[in-house]
Structure formats: structure tokens, C-alpha cells
């Protein structure tokens, strides 16, 4: 069965440091793969996904960058977080068109 | 574009009460439709899912019927329990968006026992 993989569970950070999250999945391959970001109490924003290795959608602009070195791999980065960058961060993938997406557990990240 | 509209909340119910939560959507074409719950400090769970016209997609007591002529996938529930507290969130896919698939607001909904 397939399973996904999703971390650190939780990170703080303070402002200007750099950022690496990282979301692997097993047991598919060519996953189309998606990082959203999700505001307290609030609904999910999409930020990037991928249909394919080296193969990045932005969906934002912002000070955040997403990475795909191998198939299953996923990577969310930052050169320099701001505070703005709060937030609950959840990575997904999908096997495409009208199917279902399947999120990983989440990483909450707070920037001090 | 593609849009999910849902009933915002939070819902407030007592254990073993009837549960409705609308979602109506918007969509040029035939997407499929989708409910997910977010637990506290989880990720998003698909709950069930409908693929076309007049499909009713159910799990764990939830049922939601795809409606095209009122462009609705109403989740409901016979009888929520004190764990069903949660976010529920409506979604499609498969349409003008692509890959990606559309959510909407999320719902956030509390069972007192």
C-alpha cells in the first residue's frame, strides 16, 4: 500500500534562517506530488506541485521554493523565512485527474 | 474558474444528531467530487467520493449524493458521535484545474456529548 512520509512534525524557527521540509512517498510511482500551506483556522492554499521529476508549478509568488530530485521526493525550501511564513505545511500526492489526493500528517512551523 | 462553496461554521450539534453540511460547486464540466476530514493536528483524510451524476459516495456512516442539477454534494450523517468533531472539507477535481484539485473553506464542526 502506498504510504507517505512528511517531516519534521513540528519546527521553530526565528526570522532569516533557512527552511527544508521534506515529503517522501512509497509504493506508487510518478505520483503527482503538492505542497499547501494551511493558515490557523483557515482553509488550505496550494503552493507548488509536480507532475514529474525537475517539474515545478508555482502557484504563489513568495519567498518559498519547492523541489523535486527524485520521484518520490518532494522538497519545500526557503533561503529566508519571514514571519508570515506560519503555518501548518502539508504535502499530498495523487495519481492524477479525478482522483483523490493523500495527504501526509503535517509539519507546524513557527517562525520567532 | 472552478469553485467549492461550503456552509462556514463551526457546526455545533449534540451526540447523535442529525448532521448536514452543504457544499455546492461550480464547474464547466464533469469533475469528480470529493469530502476529506482534518482531524486536530492531522493532515486531511478522503472521507468518500462521487465520480459522476447521481453517484452517492459513503464511509463510517457519511453519505453525500452528486447532484449536477443543483451543482451540490451535501454531506450528511444520521447520527454524529463525539469523534466526528473535526473539519470537514469539500473539493473536486478532474475539471478545467487539472491536476490540481479545487477545496473548499472548510467547515469546522463540534459534537457535544
Known sequence: ?112 | GDSVTQMEGPVTLSEEAFLTINCTYTATGYPSLFWYVQYPGEGLQLLLKATKADDKGSNKGFEATYRKETTSFHLEKGSVQVSDSAVYFCALSGNTGGFKTIFGAGTRLFVKA
Open chain 1, 1 to 112: 500500500s502506498q504510504t507517505i512520509h512528511q517531516w519534521p512534525a513540528t519546527l521553530v524557527q526565528p526570522v532569516g534562517s533557512p527552511l527544508s521540509l521534506e515529503c517522501t512517498v512509497e509504493g506508487t510511482s510518478n505520483p503527482n506530488l503538492y505542497w499547501y500551506r494551511q493558515a490557523a483556522g483557515r482553509g488550505l492554499q496550494l503552493l507548488f506541485y509536480s507532475v514529474g521529476i525537475g517539474q515545478i508549478s508555482s502557484e504563489v509568488p513568495q519567498n518559498l521554493s519547492a523541489s523535486r530530485p527524485q520521484d518520490r521526493q518532494f522538497i519545500l525550501s526557503s533561503k529566508k523565512l519571514l514571519l508570515s511564513d506560519s503555518g501548518f505545511y502539508l504535502c499530498a500526492w495523487g495519481e492524477g485527474s479525478n482522483q483523490p489526493q493523500h495527504f501526509g500528517d503535517g509539519t507546524r512551523l513557527s517562525i520567532l
